[in-house]
């Protein structure tokens, strides 16, 4: 899921447009007027009034908390569609594996899985997915100072994947003498390799770039995998509002919302 352009981040820390504020597992804010309810809206919302919205936090630079409120990519897009839907926008912090498997969405936990979710046709069977509204590529992150240089050079190296991704496939069917190391997030990967306890990171290449910015990682190799992602919600019952997140995507691209809020974040 990366941009074609092999995507560089930009300054993270200026201007993001943020969310929420930060508190607990779930955040609110205002963007809309709030009067939107369920039954006005039509969109079979889990709270009247509200978009509420789950993501895997931290995975910068699509969501991450900075200045104690939830920002990023995802954030950002979903701050102008709830915006753009009249409605105010709730944010809760959750594992990726029960978003990908469309657990907490059937629950209704939430209406929206904003977390640089890859679409695809396994992911289908469970999940409703928007239009695509970012590619990506796979990438792999090594200590600046390490031996390893591609792919073909893993067969016994421990590499740090997260659980649930298409990272982890990918690395699965292309590194299979490796020794892979599930953890649930980017934020217990990147530790993982901080500390030494494993030789290398495949996962999505922006989030990786991220961990090159002091000198003392840098990506060995990319993927490119035709990956895009797409807004996640329930498989059943979310009709109404798969199509309004996709008129709302449509809005910003067409009004140029969407090219600024990705220019505040990834690089030619």
């Known amino acids: 899921m990366f941009s074609k352009k092999s995507a560089m981040l930009a300054a993270m820390a200026a201007g993001a447009l943020a969310l929420s504020a930060c508190g607990g597992g779930s955040d609110d804010a205002g963007s809309g007027s709030g009067s939107g309810s369920a039954e006005e809206s039509g969109l079979n919302l889990v709270s009247e009034g509200s978009l509420t919205v789950c993501s895997d936090i931290p995975y ?37 594996n029960g978003l990908q498997s469309g657990a907490v969405l059937a629950a209704r936990q939430c209406d929206i899985g904003a977390s640089a979710v890859t679409i695809t046709e396994e992911r289908k069977a469970n999940l409703a997915f928007s239009d695509p509204y970012y590619d990506s590529l796979q990438s792999l992150l090594v200590p600046a100072d390490s031996d390893i240089a591609s792919i073909d050079d893993l067969a016994g190296k421990k590499v740090g994947v997260q659980q649930g991704t298409t990272g982890e496939t990918y690395a699965t069917e292309n590194a299979p003498e490796a020794e892979l190391v599930a953890f649930p997030s980017d934020a217990e990967m990147y530790a993982a390799i901080q500390a030494g306890n494993v030789d290398a990171l495949l996962q999505d290449l922006p989030v990786n770039i991220g961990h090159t910015e002091d000198g003392s990682f840098t990506i060995a190799e990319e993927y490119p995998t035709d990956e895009q992602y797409g807004f996640i919600m329930a498989k059943e019952g979310s009709e109404a509002l798969v199509t309004a997140v996709n008129e709302q995507l449509t809005t910003l691209r067409d009004n140029g919302k969407y090219q600024e809020i990705y220019d505040s974040y990834f690089a030619q």
Not at 63 to 71: I, K, L, M, S
Not at 74 to 83: H, W
């Open 60 to 96: 910068p630079p699509f969501e991450f908390e900075e200045n104690g409120e939830y920002t990023g990519f995802d954030m950002d897009i979903m701050k102008e569609i709830a915006s753009g839907l009249d409605l105010e926008l709730s944010v809760q912090d959750v594992e990726f």
